[in-house]
């Protein structure tokens, strides 16, 4: 029976450029906002509970951190993105979950959507959209449900470990998207171990029946992450060129560290998609030598019987004048030349080393 597929797209079809509309599947998911304001030497964190509360942080002369959680609270998502100025597209390409990794520059702040990849407790691998808006005090993020790989980042800011309470907001942005790249090595690490792990299991012969299954579902998983991460360079990229002065030069070094990290996770990604294309051969060959060793038991058992089967059928015609059945010893001679030519056989297989 053949999958239903789900097409998130439909939902946006025939709109406005511009309409949010909610693409994803978690369309009961609370609205849960939590707002983390500093500077060097003040901090306060808060859970906010209605929207409305957000909109005082801009004018903070401190630097803010705002999460949302919860797209499919639109209206509401409206209502933080007319109070800061976002552009209409900003906030439909926010709530469309199919997003690209991608940056757009705008007059006073810069909008970045990137994939955030998790294992969840049953090793699947989660990727959830995450959407940063840069302000000149401020970074706003958007996330679909609560979960997140940020709590690092959460407790630098509350025990003011490091730069980032003496720092701006772009340097925030800096440790959040760094975060989610941190993140990236351990989705590397894991498949390379899957992928070891299976390598060993068909190198020893101990493969399993849904080897092949399994070694597919890798295939997609690899690729799921590298759709997500290979753009994210180009991001990164474009940040370091921005001009528009929210990115300083001073931060400049951190975002380099960060394109370093993609083009190490990039080429361990490339390296995997080949030892995955290898494992699958691999797989094959040791298939195809398996049914070898079997055609060549059986080859060999045909070889020995074919004479002995030939004697047989020649002492078993029906013809009267046989001179042999009439001999008092034909049948134990018989026997003992069947044996010896069994024998024989054996020996002559075992010489040329094809048992």
Not at 31 to 37: M, N, R, T, Y
Not at 156 to 163: L, N, S, T
Not at 246 to 259: E, G, M, P, Q
Request: hydrophobic share 40%; charged share 25%.
């Amino acid at each position: 029976m053949a999958k239903t597929r789900k097409h998130n797209y439909k939902k946006k079809a025939g709109q406005a450029p511009g309409t949010a509309i909610y693409t994803g599947e978690k369309t009961s998911e609370k609205l849960f906002i939590e707002a983390f304001d500093y500077n060097e030497t003040e901090f306060r964190e808060k859970e906010l509970s209605h929207i409305s509360e957000a909109f005082d942080f801009k004018s903070s002369n401190s630097k803010t951190w705002i999460n949302l959680n919860g797209l499919n609270h639109v209206k509401d998502i409206e209502k933080i993105g007319q109070h800061y100025g976002l552009h209409p597209l900003v906030l439909e390409d926010i709530v469309n979950i199919s997003q690209r990794p991608k940056i757009d520059e705008y007059d006073d702040y810069l909008f970045i959507v990137l994939k955030m990849l998790y294992y969840d407790k049953d090793e699947k691998i989660i990727s959830e959209q995450v959407s940063f808006i840069l302000g000149k005090n401020y970074v706003l993020s958007f996330q679909e449900s609560e979960g997140d790989v940020f709590d690092t980042v959460r407790d630098r800011i509350r025990q003011a470990k490091g730069r980032v309470r003496s720092m701006d907001s772009d340097y925030l942005l800096y440790i959040l998207i760094d975060a989610v790249v941190d993140y990236y090595f351990n989705i590397i690490e894991i498949l390379g171990d899957k992928i070891e792990d299976f390598e060993t299991e068909i190198f020893n012969g101990q493969a399993r029946d849904d080897v092949s299954q399994n070694i597919q579902n890798l295939k997609r998983e690899i690729l799921r992450v590298r759709r997500a991460i290979f753009p994210l360079r180009e991001v990164i990229n474009r940040i370091e060129k921005c001009d528009n002065g929210l990115i300083s030069k001073n931060t400049l070094n951190y975002y380099r560290d960060i394109y370093d990290h993609l083009i190490q996770v990039t080429e361990n990604i490339d390296i995997y998609r080949e030892m995955i294309w290898s494992l699958m051969d691999m797989y094959m060959t040791t298939i195809s030598n398996k049914m070898n060793e079997v055609m060549k038991v059986l080859t060999i058992m045909a070889s020995i019987f074919i004479p002995l089967t030939f004697i047989a059928g020649i002492y078993g015609m029906n013809f009267d004048n046989i001179p042999e059945l009439h001999y008092q010893y034909s049948y134990y001679i018989l026997w003992v030349v069947m044996i010896l030519l069994f024998i024989g056989m054996l020996f002559y297989f075992k010489r040329k080393k094809w048992l």
